[in-house]
Nanobody
Framework: QVQLVESGGGLVQPGGSLRLSCVAS????????MGWYRQAPGKERELVAA???????NYADSVKGRFTMSRDNAKNTVYLQMTNLKPEDTAVYYC?????????WGKGTLVTVSS
């Protein structure tokens, strides 16, 4: 089992920035992939960004150029730096870890983008 704990969410104005963190209870280097998902009210959960253990990242088209995922293996932590936030980025953001064949989820952190 891998426990994931997200932090860093909050209320931010449009155009602002936030950095989310996700601390894992296990070595993230040993995990196949880590990712960030989000779920807005009334919508399905969607992939925002994912990164392999080799450090290769991919992003949803809606966040490319605005969000950056990074990792610190020594701290077993992944980050999601979010800039130029828009109201449509409002959602609960979840950290995800894939250790085949298992998948683990954090409890989420709420990001609200509003003036």
């Amino acid at each position: 089992q891998v426990q994931l704990v997200e932090s860093g969410g909050g209320l931010v104005q449009p155009g602002g920035s936030l950095r989310l963190s996700c601390v894992a209870s296990a070595s993230i280097f040993s995990l196949n992939t880590m990712g960030w998902y989000r779920q807005a009210p009334g919508k399905e959960r969607e992939l925002v960004a994912a990164m392999t253990s080799a450090g290769s990242a991919n992003y949803a088209d809606s966040v490319k150029g605005r969000f950056t995922m990074s990792r610190d293996n020594a701290k077993n932590t992944v980050y999601l730096q979010m800039t130029n936030l828009k109201p449509e980025d409002t959602a609960v953001y979840y950290c995800n870890a894939l250790s085949l064949p298992q998948k683990f989820w954090g409890k989420g952190t709420l990001v609200t983008v509003s003036s």
